[in-house]
């Protein structure tokens, strides 16, 4: 028979009165263990870094000449993630992280964002950040953005981030903080939330976004679970770096990849800092660290990614396959290799399921990824989509050139359409690919011009389909394509299929009322708010030109806007130039 005791207890859980339930007597003098259940851990800190055009080969733990000490112990402290592949170029690699979705279902699918387009994130898909924030989380970001900020909403603080220091276009003066698109447009690029942020021109763009990490850490509560999304500039172009790390690299003969190292010596020193001050706020504990480059180097701006084929901008290994690695006390192991397929469209699912955010979106192209990476579990991911590009084909092109290249994709695909796609070992690359050279460690010592020929090779003319066991050939030299039709055809239906749930690319020209020297030298949003007064023509509600009429003004004076802004491009280059002496 069940005893009062009993009784009350069940009666409790039945009610769900578990509040109510203590340790009690029962008749017999025996203690009665009954407790509620521990509380469940608090969702863990997320700290994402994403590196900028950062070569395969160079970290220390993939025998790179660049000293990394700090990222060589915190990888082999977590997990190294060696089988990682991200996008071939800054934008997609972002917009992927950001919504967990290819670029053919956000419609970002050909290139770039650049400066003047207006263009952004599609709205309609909420980002990682928003997400995260709704669920309790305090998000915060530093770096660059590149995502598109014609609008005030696309802002980053548009999207879901509470705090903004950084960069909104894709490339500018790590000192004075200026970027030009093209030799037309050239305006101030450093933000502070959604105003300019004159005062801080000077400074280093790693060392500033470092210190404001470190101010954030500092001024926020460790109960409160927090998203830090930190995007450095480093290492793209332009290759520059404060002297004391040039002096380390002195005895390098090949100049731009001594700037190169000197400023991933800045990236390493500036990754342990953050860990450290993670350390002394009590942060790290409870701590996810992810570490990501967002594509391959740039070969001819002192990026390596020997031994792999190609670099930035293709879609060859050394494009696409990245440095990569999870530190943090609460992976179940540590030390270790995980080899599974992820992609970077797998943090958006993953970083969510370790925050505990609840209810799935089936429209993700990511995978939850962490029972791979923290136990080493089979991975839910099997194939990776890179990109179909359909603003790839040649312009002007007879018919009978586009019925040749259907014919050579049995019909199911046209094979001058640039498209890559990964699935198990396979991995099929068709129409354009560029150029697709392998760039030993310190080719040549003087670089660019001497190192242009490399990079021609002539058994790519005329070739528009390449197939390759990436598992047995990680290094692309042996093209299986017409050995292995039956893989070809297979993987073309695979890209095909794709193809049929992709959206029209978005990829409108340029703005001529973009330029910065309409707005005060500075790149910022020139559309008003989506839908609001005045965003389509007239006088917008805060009393600015609207779209048709400011579009009029800027017309007329585009013929000195360009002027003005060569000769402010070339006295930027010149004080660039004086840094390195």
Known sequence: MLSV????????????????????????????NWSAPPPPPPPPHIIFFMVDDQGYRDVGYHGSDINTPLLDQLAAEGVKLENYYVQPICSPT??????????????????????????????????????????????????????????????PTGRGFQSFLGSLTGSGDHFTHQSCDGAEACGFDLHDGER?????????????????????????????????????????????APAHLLRRYSSLGNRPRQHYAAMLSGVDQAVGDVVR????????????????????????????????????????????RAVGFVHSPLLKRRGAVSRALIHVSDWYPTLLGLARVPGKDRRLDGHDVWGAISQGLPCPRTEILFNIDPVSRRPGE????????????????????RAALRVGDWKLLTGPMGDGDWFPPQTLPVAPSRWQGLEKRR??????????????????????????????????????????????????????MADPQLHGGVWTPWLGREGSEGSEGGVGGNGTLALGAYRRVAVRQCKVCRLRALFKKVGFRMQRASLFF
């Not at 305090?138 to 598109?148: I, R, S």
């Not at 009978?400 to 001058?416: M, N, P, S, Y």
């Not at 003319?461 to 039956?486: C, M, Q």
Request: net charge positive; aromatic share 8%.
């Open 277 to 320: 001050e993670l350390r002394t706020q009590g942060f790290y504990r409870n701590s996810v660290l992810v570490y990501s480059s967002d594509n391959g180097g740039q070969p001819l701006s002192g990026g390596c990614n020997w031994p792999l084929r190609g670099g930035k901008g293709s879609y060859w290994e050394g494009g696409v």
């Open 459 to 512: 058994d790519q003319h005329g070739k528009s389909v390449w197939l390759f066991n990436i598992t047995a050939d990680p290094y692309e030299r042996s093209d299986l394509s017409e050995a292995r039709p039956e893989v070809v055809r297979l993987l073309m239906a695979r890209i095909a299929e794709y193809n049929q749930t992709s959206v029209p690319p978005r990829n409108p020209p340029d703005d001529p």
């Open 398 to 417: 007879p018919p009978q050139e586009r019925a040749l290249r259907l014919r050579r994709g049995f019909g199911i695909w046209d094979t001058g359409v």
């Open 196 to 240: 300019p942020a004159w005062e801080l021109s000077g400074n280093y763009s790693t060392l500033l976004y470092t210190e404001r990490v470190k101010q954030i850490l500092r001024s926020h509560s460790s109960q409160k679970p927090l998203f830090l999304y930190i995007a450095l500039q480093a290492l793209h172009t332009p290759l520059q």
């Open 5 to 32: 005791t009993t009784l009350g207890y069940l009666s409790c859980l039945l009610l769900g009165h578990t509040d109510a339930l203590v340790v009690v007597s029962e008749p017999s003098g025996r203690a009665a």
């Open 94 to 155: 972002r917009s992927q992280l950001m919504t967990g979705r290819y670029q053919i279902h956000t419609g970002l699918q050909h290139s770039i964002i650049r400066s003047r387009q207006p263009l952004c994130l599609p709205r309609d898909t909420p980002t990682l950040p928003e997400r995260l924030q709704r669920a309790g989380y305090a998000t915060h970001m530093v770096g660059k953005w590149h995502l598109g900020f014609c609008r005030p909403e696309c802002l």
